[in-house]
C-alpha cells in the first residue's frame, strides 16, 4: 500500500509514469471485475479504460484514508459494470 500512495503522489503532481505503473499494477484486476459482472471482454477493456482515465483527471477522487487504491479502482469497476449490465 505505500507503494500505491508513493504512486497516487505522482499522479497528483501530474506524473503520467506514475498512471502507467498504477495500470500495470491494478488493471488486471479492474478488468477481470468488469468482465466477470459484464460478461462481455469489449464492455471490460472499456471499463477498464474509463476507470482510469477517471483517476487521472481526478485523482484526488481518491481518498487513501478510505482504503486501498486497488479496492476503490475494483469498487469504481464494479459500479460501472452493473450500471453497463443494466443498460445491455
Known amino acids: 500500500m505505500a507503494a500505491d500512495l508513493d504512486l497516487h503522489a505522482r499522479l497528483v503532481s501530474g ?6 505503473a498504477l495500470y500495470d499494477e491494478h488493471s488486471s ?5 468488469a ?7 469489449a464492455f471490460a477493456e472499456e471499463i477498464t479504460q474509463d476507470v482510469f482515465v477517471a483517476l487521472w483527471e481526478q485523482p484526488l477522487s481518491y481518498e487513501p484514508a478510505g482504503g486501498s487504491l486497488r479496492g476503490w479502482l475494483v469498487s469504481r469497476a464494479m459500479h460501472a459494470s452493473a450500471v453497463r449490465a443494466e443498460v445491455s
Open 35 to 41: 468482465v466477470k459482472i459484464t460478461g462481455s471482454q
Open 15 to 20: 506524473d503520467l509514469d506514475a498512471l502507467a
Open 29 to 33: 484486476y479492474v478488468y477481470g471485475v
